[in-house]
């Protein structure tokens, strides 16, 4: 999957020169820089702290992460209370500061989740695109 080329050469460079150069500039191409950008990058550096680096950095780490922003504890989200309460790696405080005040928040982890989901396979769907014609002919003729 081409995305986890990509999350896998970002975390080589990461581990090898604590350099986000390939990442920012991945990031920069794929997500408006409206705040998505940021916290896209942010829970890349989370998911590289958290041990998924190298071949382990993969989209599903990565959504799972993205995800944690969409499940609140009462006013918080969990991306919040990682970033507040548990993180002390300073690059992900610097890109993910402001998310509790955030307005477009959700907008931003909502195109994240899309982006990334893109990348799953859906063997229904992928039944429906390809035969869908015959799946109709034959509901129809029951």
């Known amino acids: 999957m081409i995305i986890n080329k990509f999350l896998q050469t970002f975390s080589e460079e990461y581990t090898n020169s604590k350099s986000i150069e390939k990442l920012k500039e ?6 408006p820089s409206d705040g998505t950008d940021k916290i896209f990058i942010g829970c ?10 190298g071949p382990n950095a993969s989209r599903e780490y990565l959504l799972s992460i ?6 609140y504890l009462g006013d918080n989200n969990l991306l919040c209370f990682y970033v ?9 405080a610097k890109y993910l500061k402001n998310i509790k005040d955030d307005l477009a928040f959700d ?11 893109q990348f799953s396979f ?3 769907a992928e ?6 014609e015959k799946i109709k002919n034959i509901a129809s003729n029951n």
Do not use: P, W
Not at 66 to 71: P, T
Not at 107 to 117: G, M, Q, T
Not at 127 to 132: A, E, L, N, S, V
């Open 26 to 31: 991945f990031t920069q191409k794929t997500f």
């Open 44 to 53: 890349v550096l989370i998911m590289f702290n958290s041990g998924f680096t």
């Open 66 to 71: 993205v995800k944690a922003g969409k499940e």
């Open 84 to 92: 507040e309460r548990v993180n002390t790696d300073k690059m992900v």
């Open 107 to 117: 907008k931003h982890i909502d195109l994240i989740i899309e982006y990334l989901e």
């Open 122 to 124: 859906d063997f229904s």
């Open 127 to 132: 039944i429906m695109k390809k035969y869908g």
